[in-house]
């Protein structure tokens, strides 16, 4: 009997664009996936054909070949193709966890619909995984994985399978693909290819797989041709190997198959991240590649997740529309996005203009989706209080708040105030103001058209303090015209701001922060590193010889102050050189502006930044320094799907890197999700972030730092520092990205945390979601109709009536954040997530009129719940809310 059992899975690897284009791929799809059923019909023993685990290529196929339908959904019933579970391979690292699985709620979906979801977690490309994938995963009933990257060869301890451990506990089967997706995509039987390919390979794997003789030798790469040879050539080398049996086979019998006779031995557990550069690149620092991207998706995922979905449940609850297939259309069109080249911005210029294109349609469609809910919930309220210049606050969180929501107020009188219904006068401030010209409008009458003069009116920007807003709902507010605004933020002959926890001085060109309870300072608290970049699209890399500059004066430009909030503007200048060859020169004809404007507003427990960069320069990187409280930190923390990671400031595999063959430099410089920091007995520092996905911390100076943005001209580049050897990506081929070089302006935005406490992890999810503004405003007015875009148009009021306060539901423990609120995919009923971040397990109520039972991720019914609901330390639970009168 053979010693060692080989399984060929022969796949394509599907990138849905790069330096290509997303219509490159599809033109290219339809070629390929034709040809691949006529292999299949005509050979039933090829037995099945992984074409890389997207769903997405099965509907762009049909968009353009509707009438292979049925044979192609044969096929995939007959497991001869596999498709799913995800809709794209999505970089797990750089976007929202909840963008993570509603991926795989319509992979898996589609593919279904289709006949069959490949039930692995395929993984075989992006760029390091995802702490929760395994979880997610279970989530999805889905209970093993292959993967290629991240691993290091001493955490298999000799096995290639092992055990993948999420935060909470939950575990998938899983595969390291040691030589990557391609080892066998030039299979073939002839002597040479055994001796000097073949057989090496083989013994590598037989040397990790010490508790197996299941072999897995992936058959396929980026966008090949079904190898119609394949089942020939696997049964020349059954006659010629008596060594090996070799089995045309795929990913799900492998596991299946290797697990069921194995599964006992494969004692090893890998916990967590995967982020290791030994064996396969991971370009740690793409986090912070084309930041227009990173930006504006994160925008935009925040805006559907955090107000849209959330208000469109409220309104679903209460008789309007759902609009469920603008947001099939918007989710798909961000899932292209999220595939590991696209939204790491590792692509070409026309490329990556698409992807921003795509962003900006989405959010476009966001903002108008939003006006036209607000609109109608808002009209609803109007007439139900006989009222007309009414201003409707929502919150879409699933706790009562009380919080100041800057908004646009419109009225005749220059003069107004806010007011509840019951006549109390609102805390509210004056932000910005200005008077705007009425124009002319047409009039048709009996002697033909007339222009008539429209008088003007006030577009005033206000922070309106919101007390007790309702859980999940909304409250009613009146403007009032003619009344004097007690508090107008004005300019200030001062060099400091502070609120209750905080003093904010600029003295001698140094910022130092203030923080009053404890009495701690932070001097020189802000400032910015520039440096060259001589890399490429996929890695930041220093350049020889080169020294950082370090922009540490600031220079105050104003500073603003009223009852609710103070803000200073500074400046930060300096000569830097203008590429890489004045780097090399020694020259500086180039010039780095940053103005930084910092907030504080009464009542937060944190700052809030904004910096502003015209960039002029090519070939460089610049990040923001913040001074911590923590001398010399020896870890750090950042938010990671349902809780918050702790990872070493010094990685330990980085000191003989090179002399052990890495792929690419260990470096300790980390992806975010939404905030990062340091924190011990001495105090935390944090940032919450719009966009902005690296930090690293400097711990001989105690500083985090936070990647701004990056900037290069090329999409990949030989032998850089820190990644030796061939360029990424395309390599025989000089690929230019002038747009890469980010010469524009760009605004990027965080808030701080400081504190003299180690900040617990439930914390800086609360603190992040104050940050992230989960709320929206609406005022019913007739003065303006272009400050959002459906504005001037008619629109129907399905529903005539609305009270003048609602809440949809609330939870009762503050520990706990929804992650997600939305409707089913199959139904009416409404879909909630809440999850626990924290160390120990918690409890709380649901306070609703619904019934309620616990789903998977995939939504399906798992059981009744009744009372508490409890959610495991770093875990989360999704209900499922039914109601019977919710509209359809």
């Not at 959330?310 to 947001?327: F, M």
């Not at 009039?443 to 859980?471: F, I, Q, W």
């Not at 120990?840 to 009129?849: A, C, W, Y």
């Amino acid at each position: 009997m053979k010693k060692k059992r080989v399984y060929v899975v022969p796949h394509s690897h599907w990138d849905r664009e790069w330096y290509f284009t997303i219509e490159d791929s599809n033109v290219l799809l339809a070629e390929n996936l034709d040809h691949l059923m006529d292999v299949l019909e005509n050979d039933p023993d090829y037995m099945g054909y992984v074409f890389d685990a997207q769903a997405s290529l099965v509907e762009e196929y049909l968009k353009v070949r509707p009438d292979q339908m049925e044979r192609l959904k044969s096929l995939i019933e007959a497991k001869r193709i596999f498709v799913g579970p995800w809709y794209t391979q999505t970089d797990s690292l750089l976007v929202h966890k909840e963008s993570v699985i509603r991926n795989l709620l319509y992979g898996t979906r589609i593919c279904q619909d289709m006949g069959h979801s490949m039930g692995v977690g395929y993984l075989p490309d992006i760029f390091g995984q995802n702490a929760y994938l395994p979880s997610i995963f279970q989530g999805f009933d889905i209970d093993y994985s292959v993967l290629q990257r991240g691993i290091y060869t001493d955490q298999l301890n000799g096995d290639l399978n092992f055990m993948w451990t999420s935060p909470d506990g939950n575990s998938v089967k899983a595969n390291n693909i040691y030589f990557g997706y391609g080892p066998g995509k030039f299979l073939e039987a002839s002597d040479e290819y055994m001796e000097e390919r073949l057989m090496p390979m083989l013994e590598k794997l037989a040397d990790l797989n010490t508790n197996t003789d299941s072999l897995l030798l992936p058959a396929g790469g980026d966008q090949v041709l079904v190898r119609e040879h394949f089942p020939a050539t696997v049964a020349e080398l059954n006659r010629k190997d008596d060594e090996h049996e070799y089995i045309l086979s795929d990913y799900e019998t492998f596991m299946k198959e290797t697990w069921s006779l194995d599964g006992e031995k494969f004692e090893n557990k890998i916990d967590g991240e995967l982020m290791a550069t030994q064996k396969s690149r991971i370009h740690s620092t793409i986090r912070s590649q084309r930041y227009d991207i990173k930006e504006l998706n994160a925008r935009v995922e925040n805006k559907i997740l955090n107000v849209l979905e959330p208000l469109a449940v409220i309104a679903l609850s209460l008789g309007l529309k759902y609009p469920g297939t603008w947001l099939d259309q918007m989710w798909k069109a961000l899932f292209d996005v999220h595939a590991h080249d696209s939204i790491g911005g590792c692509n070409s210029d026309d490329t990556n203009a698409d992807i921003m294109h795509r962003l900006e349609k989405v959010n476009r469609t966001a903002d108008g989706l939003l006006n036209i809910l607000k609109k109608q919930m808002t009209e609803a309220v109007s007439r139900k209080l006989s009222k007309d210049n009414v201003l409707v606050l929502f919150n879409t969180k699933p706790q009562r708040t009380t919080e100041t929501i800057e908004t646009v107020i419109f009225t005749k009188a220059e003069q107004f105030a806010i007011r509840n219904l019951t006549g109390e006068e609102m805390e509210c401030e004056l932000l910005d103001q200005e008077y705007v010209s009425g124009g002319k409008k047409i009039v048709v009458t009996a002697e033909g058209e007339k222009e008539v003069e429209v008088p003007g009116y006030y577009r005033s920007v206000v922070s309106v303090k919101a007390v007790d807003l309702p859980a999940m709902g909304y409250a009613v507010y009146e403007v009032v015209e003619g009344e004097k605004m007690a508090h107008k933020l004005a300019g200030a002959n001062d060099n400091s701001i502070a609120n209750e926890l905080f003093d904010l001085s600029l003295a001698d060109g140094q910022l130092s922060l203030f923080h009053k309870p404890s009495g701690k300072v932070l001097t020189n608290f802000l400032t910015f590193e520039n440096v060259a970049d001589a890399g490429d699209s996929y890695d930041f890399s220093p350049m020889a010889g080169d020294s950082e500059l370090i922009l540490d004066h600031a220079e105050l430009l104003s500073v603003e102050k009223g009852s609710f909030t103070e803000k200073m503007t500074v400046r930060h200048l300096m000569d830097v050189p203008a590429d890489l060859a004045e780097r090399e020169a020694n020259e500086n004809s180039g010039r780095l502006e940053i103005v930084t404007t910092i907030e504080l507003r009464k009542g937060e427990e944190f700052l809030r930044v904004a910096h502003e960069i015209d960039n002029e320069v090519k070939d460089h990187r610049v990040r923001a320094l913040l001074k911590t409280p923590v001398i010399k930190p020896e870890t750090s923390f950042a938010d990671q799907g349902f809780t918050v990671l702790e990872r070493r400031t010094e990685n330990p595999y980085l000191q003989d890197w090179r002399e052990k063959g890495f792929a690419e430099a260990p470096v300790p410089i980390y992806p975010m999700e939404n905030f990062a920091g340091v924190r011990s007995g001495e105090g935390t520092l944090g940032v919450m972030t719009k966009g902005l996905k690296e930090y690293e911390v400097l711990a001989e100076t105690s500083e985090l730092a936070v990647t701004l943005f990056r900037s290069v001209g090329l999409l990949g580049r030989d032998d850089l520092i820190w990644r030796p050897g061939r360029a990424s990506g395309i390599n025989n081929k000089v690929v230019y990205t002038p747009d890469a070089q980010m010469q524009k302006k760009m605004i990027f935005e965080y808030a701080v945390y400081f504190s003299d406490e180690k900040a617990e992890s439930e914390y800086m999810f609360r603190m992040t979601d104050s940050y992230l503004a989960r709320h929206a405003a609406y005022q019913k007015q007739s003065l303006n109709t272009f400050e959002e875009r459906l504005e001037r148009f008619e629109i129907p009021y399905p529903v005539k009536e609305m009270d003048a306060s609602y809440s949809l539901f609330e939870t009762s423990n503050p520990a706990i954040f929804m992650s997600v609120c939305k409707r089913a995919y199959e139904d009416s009923s409404i879909i909630v997530r809440l999850f626990n971040p924290g160390e120990q397990m918690e409890r709380t109520m649901v306070e609703s009129p619904f019934g309620m039972v616990e789903t998977n991720l995939y939504e399906r019914e798992l059981q009744p719940v009744k009372g508490e609901v409890k959610i495991p330390a770093k875990g989360y639970v999704t209900l499922k809310l039914t109601k019977r009168d919710v509209a359809e």
